[in-house]
């Protein structure tokens, strides 16, 4: 986390206290560096150079608008997966021609959007898929730009709710029947076949089993080209892997080794759609100790964050470092579970880490949070979506305010029949 260092006792992002930003800003908050995100994108951008390749950033990992903004303006497209990732991704200014639609449940309405704002490529990933774009593009009189995402039945070395490419998962078509379909859509009046797609998991820390993929991707082109299938397009998917504790993840330059020795990048675009690699670094989740706990097994530190704002640790098992933002050398470190205030046992945010003397009111950072934190945050139990905030060296910016109660509760509404 090059951006997060301690600078006299105190840790900052950027050039910014987060000591001074909590005095400002109530905990719990997810405060991100955006030159740590520059740093991220314009690494992996230089060592594409020459590999005919573009960047679509795969916005699930955080859709804030100011984050996608920030990708737009140093050139990223964007990876999106619902009809309000595209909403998103177009008010941002990211050019239609810039936008890949992906995901497995694409509805009628999200596809007539999606070929209403003309983007560059829908990725299909079931026939029962390829019906309904064709259907839906022949109602609108248009012709729908496809890829296919095929499934390479790859076993990658991650957790199993963030593999995508084996075939008992439900993404993409397997190889030998993807043919078939690619065959069918080619011969179909409003689809336009230019594109194959593949996207294998998240967090890949391992480059084995992408570098299996993109050969098996390389190979299913060759035979769809010999077939006459104009295969413009190579999407490579995401997956690149980040260090949370103490993993060592894959270089960019190794990435793009494998992509140049394995794809024809002189006759195919390629493109690819990073999430976690470019934002998860570049954030944290702010959080306050409300108290200290000691129930005879376990020592507890209650904090003011839970698992509604970071939900990776009950979902995952995910392991996020966590340190205190006064810097401490501990002498007499005791395990704890730091825990939200959720009314569930799996409302744990770290399980036994070694800490030393925390008490009530100090404020703690959990680290590389920038990827799918804030995004899959939720108002369980009844508690407000907390904000982000955006630094750039000593200034900062508040990306997406707190509501209010009154906010919260305006969509709702007591049933024509009750009454107060
Ligand atoms: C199709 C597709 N592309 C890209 C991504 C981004 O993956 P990552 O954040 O691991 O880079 C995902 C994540 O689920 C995805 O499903």
Redesign the pocket.
Known sequence: MDYFNYKKGILHVENLSIESLASSIETPFYCYSSSSMQKNYNELSSTLHGLNASIFF?I??NSNLAIIKLFSDLGAGA?V?SEGEIIRALKVGIPNKKIIF??VGKTKREIAFALDKDILQI?IESESELELINQTASELYKKANVAF?VNPDIEVNTHEK?T?GKKENK?GIPWPDAREIFIKASKMNNINVIGL?I?I????LDLDPLEKAFKIAMQATNELLDLGINIKNIDL?????VNYVNETPPKFTEYAEIIKKNIDYKNINIFI?????LVADAGILVTKVIHRKNNGAKNFLIVDAAMNDLLRPTLYDAIHKIQPIQEKKFINKKLFDIVGPICESGDILAKDIALGEILPDEILSINTAG??GAVMSSNYNSRLLIPEVLVHDEDFSIIRKRPTYDEMLKSENLAKWQSL
């Not at 998991?201 to 890949?204: A, E, K």
């Not at 998917?237 to 892997?241: P, S």
Request: proline share 3%.
């Open positions: 795969a699930k990992a990876d997966v992906s995901g990725n995402r963030i995508t993404f797609a996207h998991g998240s967090q890949l998917g995401g997956g690149l892997g759609e990073p999430g976690r690699r990827a799918y």
